[in-house]
C-alpha cells in the first residue's frame, strides 16, 4: 500500500515537530499575526477564512478573546431613537 504523502500548507505549521498542535502565521498590513488553532485540518481551514478576510478588507479585532460591545451599553436615547426603513421613508421606533 503507498504511503500516505502530507502537502505541506504555507502558513500553516508545528511549532513543536510532532505536537500535533498546529498554529497559522498569516500578514495583515505588514502585522504578523500567529493564532494557535489544534488540529492541522482545522488550521487549514482557518487560514483560508483569515487570508479571505484580508482580501475582503475585513478588519480584525485588537483583542480577539473579548466579545465586543454589547447593546447593554448603548444609552437608552440611542436605542429608542433607531431609525428603520419601512416603504422608502424613515419612521422612528418607539421605545416604551
Known amino acids: 500500500m503507498p504511503r500516505r504523502v502530507t502537502r505541506k500548507e504555507k502558513g ?3 511549532k513543536v515537530p510532532g505536537s500535533e498542535i498546529w498554529w497559522i502565521r498569516y ?7 500567529r493564532e494557535k488553532v489544534g488540529r ?4 487549514i ?4 477564512i483569515r487570508k479571505a478576510d484580508m482580501l475582503r478588507g475585513i478588519k480584525m479585532p485588537a483583542n480577539m478573546r473579548t466579545k465586543g ?13 433607531i431609525s428603520t ?3 422608502g ?3 422612528t421606533s418607539k421605545g416604551e
Open 85 to 87: 426603513m419601512i416603504d
Open 27 to 33: 500578514k495583515i498590513a505588514e502585522v504578523e499575526h
Open 12 to 14: 500553516v505549521f508545528e
Open 69 to 81: 460591545i454589547s447593546s447593554l451599553c448603548l444609552p437608552r436615547k440611542q436605542l429608542i431613537g
Open 89 to 91: 421613508t424613515f419612521e
Open 40 to 43: 492541522r485540518g482545522d488550521a
Open 45 to 48: 481551514n482557518l487560514h483560508k
